[in-house]
T-cell receptor, first 107, second 110 residues
Framework: DAKTTQPPSMDCAEGRAANLPCNHS???????VYWYRQIHSQGPQYIIH???NNETNEMASLIITEDRKSSTLILPHATLRDTAVYYC????????FGKGTMLLVSP | EAQVTQNPRYLITVTGKKLTVTCSQN?????MSWYRQDPGLGLRQIYY???????DKGDVPEGYKVSRKEKRNFPLILESPSPNQTSLYFC?????????FGQGTRLTVV
């Protein structure tokens, strides 16, 4: 079973930042935090991952708390095409998907 | 372009008729895996392969077989499909740090 906890749904206005939280209170020292998203029954798409430090790439930023028990995925300027289910996963060698957060970006 | 290609994309079959869903990747990845996705149950791993000739069961392997004779291909075999295997199937290639997923195969077993 998935070990992370995410809100089932969130709304965001187009152009605003979307901040998606995730709790992973049982994460162990060598486990990463991964974020993937799935747009309407397409294959999941990798977004970003991190171990301890905050990370940023062209898609998003990942903020991991110092105790590593939670993290936040930030989409700085959400667009309609960012509407998707976002999955937060903690692990080392296998991706175990939970139910994720359905992010709805509205005009 | 990095690609994971699954075929077919859609398949309707009858109970008991053997079928194979193919998966091919062009990224020279050692790790490949298969998932199924069902409403309310999310994505669940069926089988994975760490390298050629090395495969192992995931969370829901019953009723499925896989083979890994060459690095680029990882077919999923249903020897005797049953209606409870009606699902959306995804092949994935690559490490967890950036796994690439195929576009999915929607299988209906009647």
């Amino acid at each position: 079973d998935a070990k992370t906890t995410q809100p089932p749904s969130m709304d965001c206005a187009e152009g605003r930042a979307a901040n998606l939280p995730c709790n992973h209170s049982t994460i162990s020292g060598n486990e990463y935090v991964y974020w993937y998203r799935q747009i309407h029954s397409q294959g999941p798409q990798y977004i970003i991952h991190g171990l301890k430090n905050n990370e940023t790439n062209e898609m998003a930023s990942l903020i991991i708390t110092e105790d590593r028990k939670s993290s936040t995925l930030i989409l700085p300027h959400a667009t309609l095409r960012d509407t998707a289910v976002y999955y937060c996963i903690d692990g080392y060698s296998t991706l175990t998907f939970g139910k994720g957060t359905m992010l709805l970006v509205s005009p | 372009e990095a690609q994971v290609t699954q075929n077919p994309r859609y398949l309707i079959t009858v109970t008991g008729k053997k079928l194979t869903v193919t998966c091919s990747q062009n990224m020279n990845h050692e790790y490949m895996s298969w998932y199924r996705q069902d409403p309310g149950l999310g994505l669940r791993q069926i089988y994975y392969s760490m390298n050629v000739e090395v495969t192992d069961k995931g969370d829901v392997p019953e009723g499925y077989k896989v083979s890994r004779k060459e690095k680029r291909n990882f077919p999923l075999i249903l020897e005797s499909p049953s209606p409870n295997q009606t699902s959306l199937y995804f092949c994935a290639s690559g490490p967890d740090t950036e796994a690439f997923f195929g576009q999915g195969t929607r299988l209906t077993v009647v």
